[in-house]
């Protein structure tokens, strides 16, 4: 079966002051197959979010080709639907009016907004919030609204950078399993940014190890843990092995120069 996603040899670079160009992410090559969670994996400034801007359609790669469906991604892709670190909402409008506002702007009528929106508030396990404001919830609440608004608008693939890296410990160990459960549930692509290989290690069916800026593909592995994960797995003896392999692989990137 044909990739849901792909970059083919993409290369980013960024104009900066007096002329120099920064290149970000060079000759990076990546196919995504639907319903696989993958995770790019790598230092800060490694090209991660770059990479996820190309598969949105934010940006355009300077080199290469970014792909959905085998067609080129030239513009903001509705497909695809990001997820950010911050949460994004409207803190003027409640739970509610924040996952049915996608829906609003695509001229649902208003009976089938409602009940999209109620089944995702639903799934993420806000029901019984719909009519709180985001300043009256939690940052992962606020985080779990911003998931739930992205689904209703039913987006083939989901992009998240780092969205759990602001949560206290244990709210981001809560959020990691809630999105296991989502994505088995949905089936949704998922392509999720992180620098921590132990959240890596908790979600993804493959893991992308990028390079030092520019960002190349270092390494891809299978992650072999067995399902349903939880942080008691971080126990077992393959855990740690394959933590270990992949600092192995992160280290050496962390000590070399950019560029180098």
């Not at 801007?53 to 892709?77: C, D, K, S, W, Y």
């Not at 509705?78 to 803190?91: D, E, I, K, W």
């Not at 949704?188 to 890596?200: L, Y």
């Amino acid at each position: 079966m044909p990739p849901i996603l792909s970059a083919e040899h993409v290369t980013r670079s960024f104009s900066i002051s007096r002329g120099r160009d920064v290149v970000a992410v060079q000759d990076f090559s990546l196919e995504v197959a639907a319903g696989e969670l993958v995770c790019l994996l790598g230092a800060s400034g490694c090209g991660k979010t770059t990479m996820l801007n190309m598969f949105a359609g934010f940006i355009q790669p300077t080199e290469g080709r970014v792909l959905l469906h085998g067609e080129p991604i030239v513009r903001i892709e509705p497909r695809c639907g990001v997820v950010f670190q911050s949460y994004a909402l409207f803190p003027w409008k409640t739970v509610q009016g924040n996952v049915e506002f996608g829906l609003r702007m695509r001229r649902v009528p208003a009976a089938e907004r409602r009940r999209r929106a109620a089944q995702f508030i639903e799934l993420v396990r806000l029901a019984g919030f719909e009519r709180y404001y985001p300043a009256e919830l939690s940052g992962g609440m606020q985080q779990r609204v911003t998931l739930a608004r992205i689904l209703a608008a039913d987006p083939e693939v989901l992009l998240m950078d780092e969205p759990f890296a602001a949560l206290d410990a244990m709210t981001r160990q809560e959020m990691q399993e809630e999105l296991l459960r989502i994505q088995e549930t949905s089936r949704k692509t998922v392509v999720f940014i992180t620098h921590s290989i132990d959240e890596a290690l908790i979600l993804a069916d493959r893991i992308v190890v990028m390079s030092a800026r520019p960002g190349r593909v270092k390494a891809i592995l299978d992650n072999t843990l067995r399902r349903p994960r939880h942080v008691s797995i971080q126990l077992s003896p393959d855990y740690a092995a394959l933590k270990a392999e992949i600092w192995a692989l992160v280290e050496s990137e962390v000590h070399r120069p950019p560029g180098g």
